[in-house]
């Protein structure tokens, strides 16, 4: 049985849910945990999408199983009633095997449904959405029994993608680099993704191995030999002979220059900007303030001055046009930037409108 395809309608930047999704992944930060983290996903998920159940199962070395499955909805009783946890068979393996989201109003009438476990609470509706990163599929984002409706919707499924959206392989794009080498943004690359693996398999936070700073002042001066660590500000003396320094060398030593396919776009130079660059940046900071106000999220959270003046500039490659924060700013940003969005004043207050909008409502009064 082929699972539908269908076109993703995308919930507008205004709305609630998506909106709650910011707010509620911004939190995230907050997580010391990997497995904290795991927790406040699932949780984020049932209480944005709207389901009864929701879970996480992180795939094992050879990407068939589960080997952990981190549940919401569910108490410890309960759990402790149905037994062993999911191993990724039925309609869980389905969503691991086929790679793409899978939306089913009753999972049960599937001729893959695998069945239910004595003391499993019923299910009918289910959304699955894979966890992929540039290797492959790493984990499962499920969610069923959809709250207030029969079956979920294409809204659901674009949020529950959102939601997922988490690749180690990019992690570098947040760290601010100190030039524009390929083999520095290379080796910068090599470090984070590093980074992000040593810090999940520590059950840590990313910075309690190493800081952003820290670890851009690696990929821009390399030390030579590892005693040579202990030069770096931000590490300790043990970094000269223990093992986690041994494993950060062996990634600059086999770390290979950024291709020119993922080289961050260079902002135009000018003047830097020019007086209309200069212009649309300033417009970009107050379409800022007017949704981080909307939204009751801080600014910095969305994106960065750097980044509204590189948008400004022509660049396209940005953290800001990625994700949860190109649905809830970027997009209204490169529209700002493109022409297709508008200030308007009305009953005193600013507001956004795009031009297309203005357009239709003054046909009518041209025709007549």
Known sequence: MDVPQTS?????????????????ASSLITEVSLE???????????EVIGARYAAIGVLAPDGRLLE????????????ALIGDLPRGHGILGLVIRSGKPIRLPDLTKHPDSYGFPPHHPPMQSFLGVPIVGKRGIFGNLYLTEKLGDEAFTDEDEHIAVLLAANDAETAWHR????GRSPV??????????????????????????????????????????????TKVR???????????????????????????SEMPDKPKRGAPLGKEGALVADLLKLLLKIRSREIDVAA?????????????????????????????????????????????????????????????????????
């Not at 993703?8 to 509620?24: D, K, M, N, Q, T």
């Not at 904290?36 to 049932?46: D, N, P």
């Not at 970027?330 to 200030?343: M, S, T, Y």
Request: hydrophobic content about 40%; aromatic content about 4%.
């Open 36 to 46: 904290g983290v795991l927790q406040r996903v699932v949780e984020i998920a049932a």
């Open 8 to 24: 993703i309608p995308r919930p507008a930047p205004g709305s609630p849910r998506l909106e709650r999704l910011v707010i509620a």
């Open 184 to 229: 520095m943004l290379g080796r910068l690359k090599a470090l984070a993704a590093w980074r992000e693996s040593e810090a999940q398999h520590k059950n840590i936070p990313r910075g309690r191995i190493m800081r952003d700073e820290t670890l851009a002042d690696v990929a821009s001066h390399p030390p030579k030999h590892q005693a040579d660590l």
């Open 175 to 178: 760290i601010r680099p100190s």
């Open 68 to 79: 952990s499955f981190t549940t919401h909805g569910i108490d410890a009783e309960q759990r």
């Open 300 to 368: 910095r959270l969305l994106t960065r001055s750097d980044e509204m003046e590189a948008l400004a500039a022509g660049a396209r490659k940005l953290p800001l046009l990625e994700g949860w924060r190109y649905e809830v700013f970027g997009r209204d940003a490169l529209d700002l930037v493109e022409g297709k969005l508008a200030f308007a004043v009305k009953d005193g207050k600013l507001l956004m409108t795009h031009v297309d909008d203005v357009e239709a409502a003054e046909q009518p009064q041209a025709a007549e």
């Open 234 to 260: 931000g590490l300790s003396q043990a970094w000269k002979d223990n093992d986690i320094g041994k494993r950060l060398m062996k990634v600059l030593e086999k770390a290979e220059p950024l291709p020119a």
